[in-house]
């Protein structure tokens, strides 16, 4: 029986069972929620609203590049709670 919070693949996933999250490029919504430190409402909420990391819509999965989403982080790198980050 699987936990919850496991991280092995969800039924009806197209991937090897021994691959977990963090060793694939493609992340679908869920890991990439987890990954992101986010909800997985919270990032639905972002695509609804254009501020989501880029994503691929493959029938009706959502996939992000894993790079896409370090590129998307590293504009909201901040240093002070000023700090407005780049315009």
Same mark, same amino acid.
């Given at each position: 029986? @699987? @936990?919850? =919070? %496991?991280?092995?693949? !969800?039924?009806?996933? !197209? %991937?090897?069972? &021994?691959?977990?999250? *963090?060793?694939?490029?493609?992340?679908?919504?869920?890991?990439?929620?987890?990954? /992101?430190? /986010?909800?997985? !409402?919270?990032?639905?909420?972002?695509?609804?609203? =254009?501020?989501?990391?880029?994503?691929?819509? $493959?029938?009706? #999965? $959502?996939?992000?590049?894993?790079?896409?989403? &370090?590129?998307?982080?590293?504009? #909201? #790198?901040? #240093? %002070?709670? %000023?700090? !407005?980050? *780049?315009?």
């Amino acid at each position: 029986a @699987d @936990d919850e =919070g %496991s991280i092995l693949p !969800q039924k009806g996933r !197209q %991937s090897p069972a &021994n691959d977990p999250p *963090e060793a694939k490029r493609m992340l679908i919504a869920e890991d990439a929620a987890a990954y /992101l430190g /986010l909800a997985t !409402q919270t990032l639905a909420k972002l695509r609804l609203g =254009g501020d989501s990391p880029p994503y691929f819509k $493959v029938g009706r #999965r $959502v996939l992000y590049d894993r790079d896409e989403l &370090n590129a998307w982080l590293a504009l #909201r #790198r901040r #240093r %002070s709670t %000023s700090d !407005q980050g *780049e315009k």
